[in-house]
C-alpha cells in the first residue's frame, strides 16, 4: 500500500531527507525550549487530513462556501471544549497563530494610537506586547511596566501609577521569558480604576491553566484572554481568544473579515481534539509534574552555580543568566547545548548590556520533556549535564560524551507519534 510519505520520497527526496532527520533529531535529543512541545498523534493526523482542503471563510451557520457541514461541527466543538475548558463565555478559535491572535483583539477593541500598559519585553514580555520593532508598537502607544528586584516581582503600585498617569485603554499581563506566575486580580483592579479593558495574554501557560495548576485569569474577571494552541497545550500551532459576551462581536469581527480570510480547517479541528485531551486526569497528571519537573530542574543548575532570573521558576520555565554565571553570552551556550543534544534558545534578561542576537541568557523549559514521560530523577540528570557541558565548553571529548549520555536518555522515552527509528 502507497503511503502519503512513500509519494513524497518518490516526488521531493530532497524534504524526504530533511523530514527524516528532523525525525532523528527529535528522537534524539530534548527539546527544551518551553514554547515546544510535541504534539498528539491525533493532531499530526488531522492537520494531515482533508480538512486541509477545505476553505472556510466565516463562521458556522454565516460561511461564505457551501460544503460546510463538518466543518461547522468541528468549529462549534472546539469553541464549546474552549469555553467549558476556560470558564468563558465565548471562544475563537480562528486565528492562525499566536501573533495575529493579539492583533486582533487590539484591532477589535481599540482606535489606532490607543495606548496600552503591558510587559517590557526585556523583563519577558512578548513582541506582540509592543516591542518597538513590531508594527504594532507602531500603531498603538505602548507604556511598559517592569519587573524588579532579583526575584523579578511586579510592583503593581508601580503599574497602578502609570495606569493612573497615562490613562490606557487596555491593561495587558502575560508574558514570553518571565519564570513566574501573575497575580491577575490587582491588574483587574488597575484595569477597573482607569475604565480599560483587561486582558491576559497566557500563550505559554495556557495548558497549565486547563488543567488547573496555574490560576485563570476569566475567573478573576478578565474580559478577554489569549493562549496559543501548541506550547503547554500540546496541540497545533494556532491561537485562541477567549471572552466575555458583550465584546465576542468586535472580537469575532476582528478576526474574520478583520484580519484573515478563511481559517485552517485541519488545525481548527486539531484544536478540538487537544481542548477534549486536556480535559483529563491524564493531562491534569502531565501538568503537575511539568512544574514539579521545572522546580527540580531550577534547584539542580542552582546547586551547579547556575545564576537563574528571579533566582528560580513558578511555572515551566528558567532563563538562565550565563553571561554572569560563566561569561558566556546566550548564543554561544545555546551552540554548546545544540552540541550535546539540548535543545534551548539564546534570551534576553531584564535591561540587558548585551544585543538581542548576542543576549546574556538562555530560555529553558520542561513541557516537552514531561511529555516523553520524564520525572524528577531525569530533570537533575539533565541539569547536571547542562551544566557540566556549559562550564566545559571547549573539551570536545567530554561534550561527545555527553552527547551520548543525552542520547541513551532520549531512547528510553519515544516521541509520542513518532514511530522508532528502523536501522
Not at 534524539?28 to 491525533?42: K, R, V
Not at 535591561?351 to 548576542?358: A, G, K, S, Y
Not at 561534550?399 to 516521541?415: K, M
Request: aromatic share 6%.
Amino acid at each position: 500500500m502507497t503511503t502519503y510519505r512513500d509519494v513524497l520520497q518518490s516526488g521531493d527526496p530532497d524534504i524526504f531527507e530533511c523530514l527524516i532527520g528532523e525525525e532523528n533529531r527529535q528522537r534524539e535529543g530534548l527539546e527544551l525550549i518551553p514554547s515546544e512541545n510535541y504534539t498528539y498523534p491525533e493532531v499530526l493526523a488531522l492537520l494531515g487530513s482533508v480538512f486541509t482542503n477545505k476553505y472556510s471563510e466565516g463562521y458556522p451557520g454565516r460561511r461564505y462556501y457551501g460544503g460546510q457541514e463538518f466543518t461547522d461541527k468541528v468549529e462549534r466543538l472546539a469553541r464549546d471544549r474552549a469555553c467549558t475548558l476556560f470558564r468563558a463565555d465565548h471562544a475563537n478559535v480562528q486565528p492562525l497563530s499566536g501573533s495575529p491572535m493579539n492583533q486582533a483583539v487590539y484591532l477589535g477593541l481599540l482606535e489606532p494610537g490607543d495606548t496600552i500598559l503591558a510587559m517590557d519585553l526585556s523583563h519577558g514580555g512578548h513582541l506582540t506586547h509592543g516591542a518597538p520593532v513590531s508594527h504594532m508598537g507602531h500603531l498603538f502607544n505602548f507604556v511598559r511596566y517592569k519587573t524588579t528586584g532579583a526575584q523579578g516581582a511586579i510592583d503593581t503600585d508601580d503599574v497602578l501609577r502609570l495606569a493612573q498617569e497615562h490613562r490606557p485603554k487596555l491593561v495587558l499581563c502575560g508574558y514570553t521569558s518571565y519564570p513566574r506566575d501573575f497575580d491577575y486580580a490587582p491588574f483587574r483592579a488597575i484595569a477597573d480604576e482607569v475604565g480599560a479593558y483587561a486582558m491576559a495574554d497566557v500563550s505559554h501557560v495556557g495548558g497549565l491553566i486547563a488543567s488547573g495548576v496555574l490560576a485563570n485569569p476569566m475567573d478573576a474577571g478578565f474580559d478577554v484572554m489569549t493562549t496559543t494552541t501548541h506550547k503547554s497545550l500540546r496541540g497545533p500551532r494556532g491561537g485562541m481568544i477567549l471572552c466575555k459576551k458583550d465584546i465576542a462581536k468586535k472580537i469575532d469581527a476582528s478576526v474574520f473579515p478583520g484580519l484573515q480570510g478563511g481559517p485552517h480547517m485541519n488545525a481548527v479541528a486539531a484544536i478540538a481534539v487537544t481542548l477534549k485531551l486536556a480535559d483529563t486526569a491524564a493531562f491534569r497528571t502531565y501538568a503537575k509534574q511539568t512544574l514539579t519537573n521545572a522546580a527540580i530542574l531550577a534547584d539542580t543548575l542552582l546547586a551547579q552555580g547556575a545564576h537563574l532570573i528571579t533566582g528560580g521558576t513558578s511555572n515551566h520555565m528558567l532563563v538562565v543568566n550565563t553571561h554572569s554565571w560563566l561569561n558566556m553570552d546566550g548564543t554561544a551556550a545555546e551552540k554548546v547545548l545544540d552540541r550535546v543534544g539540548l535543545t534551548t534558545n539564546k534570551q534576553i534578561i531584564p535591561d540587558d548590556p548585551l544585543p538581542p542576537l548576542r543576549p546574556s541568557a538562555i530560555r529553558l523549559g520542561t513541557p516537552a520533556v514531561t511529555t516523553r514521560g520524564m520525572t524528577e530523577e531525569h530533570m537533575t540528570e539533565i541539569g547536571t549535564v547542562m551544566a557540566t557541558a556549559l562550564t566545559h565548553a571547549g573539551e570536545e571529548k567530554k561534550l561527545a560524551a555527553l552527547g551520548d549520555q543525552v542520547r541513551h536518555l532520549a531512547d528510553g522515552f519515544p516521541v509520542p507519534g513518532l514511530a522508532a527509528r528502523d536501522d
